[in-house]
């Protein structure tokens, strides 16, 4: 194995699966998973979460027998498991960065959503367009109860006027600062409360057949309303528009572009990177996919070790280096594993999602916790060599004096926690 090799596995990818055949070209290794099919089919549905959660809100039944608990459970499990099988991890990883820029939670109060989310607002657009992506998040129930925007009622619409309810801003605050434009792009408050008006009458239908997306048109703030200098008509056909103008605001372009990068390259990325990737969003309308691939073209993405490895990200790498049978894998909790260690699956304690930079990640604490898991793992070693399974996960990547502690270990046991401890194994 090439560093190039190693590279393209272990930053763009999820990490080597055991001693699955490596890459003959790992540029268009890269390249072939933004153009072939996602190899994933997600069972998760809307509508069978909705139902779940219609189920629990009537029936209010003791916690061990709501459902949408059940749900998220199931989808949780079957998620993680399509990232330590999958053959195509550079897709899954961007699955894994837009599910955290698109932040919902089950702190939220809809857990048996985000599975659901996930594959049908997120999954399907990693390499479409922005604009296609952002329009599907913010229909989705996940977010629209995620971020209060369900309830939230215009003035001076009919509802508003007859029961004085009010106008709730956090889905268009979020939209803005996080998803779209970014802090530094210039909106004013007043912005922010003109888009939430906007976006009034967004909401779910829990009493349909089946249940999802509603425009409650009576709820909707009445009138053309200013967004950034611009008018946007009434209706649901106005939030559309609104949606558009954000998703290719220049504003937008930039500031997904650094996050990309920050995410792929370094924690502090270049400028210059950044205008590149910057510069692909700009003139392809918002391609995600082009996006992705001048990614792969940085000559700064090829540098070993300038990214630690998130909680998520370090549990399956070290699963997919022990390359268990599916059986093995479905006695596993691996959403106990990312909760154990401080990530827990679509549960983040805010709207901005996960922190992706080493600083958040390497605690004395925080690296206790490793220790702790790795020595856990390790026991699954059975009698396989942990000086191959070195050699075949970090390949030039492994350093001299890892090398020697885990050839010097007193045992399989023991030298598969050094590796999975090692600075080079905790890296990306």
Request: charged share 20%; net charge neutral.
């Amino acid at each position: 194995m090439d560093l190039r090799t190693a590279q393209a596995l272990i930053r763009f990818g999820l990490g080597r699966r055991g001693t699955e055949p490596l890459p003959t070209d790992p540029a268009i290794w890269l390249s072939d998973q933004l153009r072939d099919p996602d190899p994933t089919r997600p069972t998760a549905t809307t509508e069978r979460a909705l139902d779940a959660l219609r189920f629990d809100r009537q029936n209010k039944p003791p916690p061990a027998e709501r459902r949408g608990p059940v749900i998220y459970r199931a989808d949780a499990h079957a998620a993680l498991i399509a990232a330590l099988t999958t053959p195509a991890p550079f897709r899954e990883r961007l699955v894994w960065f837009w599910t955290n820029h698109f932040t919902v939670s089950v702190r939220g109060g809809a857990a048996a959503l985000c599975g659901a989310f996930v594959a049908e607002a997120i999954r399907p657009h990693v390499t479409g367009r922005f604009e296609d992506m952002l329009l599907a998040v913010m229909h989705h129930p996940a977010m629209l109860i995620y971020l209060n925007n369900a309830g939230s009622v215009g003035p001076d619409s009919r509802v508003g006027r007859r029961r004085h309810r009010g106008l709730n801003e956090n889905l268009a605050r979020e939209c803005m600062e996080l998803h779209t434009l970014g802090p530094a792009s210039g909106y004013s408050q007043a912005d922010v409360t003109n888009f939430a008006k906007i976006l009034t009458g967004w909401s779910i239908n829990l009493r349909a057949d089946p249940p999802g997306f509603m425009f409650r048109r009576f709820a909707h703030e009445p009138g053309w309303i200013t967004l950034m200098g611009r008018q946007f008509p009434p209706g649901e056909e106005g939030g559309v528009e609104a949606l558009r103008f954000l998703a290719d605001h220049p504003s937008t372009h930039r500031s997904l572009a650094r996050k990309l990068v920050q995410y792929f390259v370094a924690d502090t990325p270049s400028p210059a990177d950044v205008r590149a990737v910057e510069s692909v969003l700009r003139d392809t309308g918002g391609d995600l996919g082009a996006a992705a691939a001048a990614l792969v073209q940085l000559n700064a993405a090829w540098q070993p070790g300038t990214k630690m490895r998130e909680p998520q990200d370090y549990v399956i790498a070290g699963l997919r280096m022990l390359a268990l049978p599916p059986d093995a894998l479905e006695q596993i909790n691996v959403t106990g594993m990312l909760a154990g260690l401080g990530q827990p699956l679509w549960n983040a304690p805010q709207p901005d999602g996960w922190p992706d930079q080493a600083a958040n990640w390497a605690s004395p604490e925080e690296m206790m916790r490793r220790i702790d898991w790795s020595y856990g793992v390790a026991g699954r070693v059975g009698e396989r060599d942990p000086g191959a399974m070195a050699e075949a996960s970090l390949g030039p990547l492994l350093r001299p004096a890892t090398w020697t502690a885990v050839m010097r270990a007193g045992s399989r046991r023991d030298a598969l926690t050094l590796l999975l401890t090692s600075p080079e194994f905790q890296r990306r």
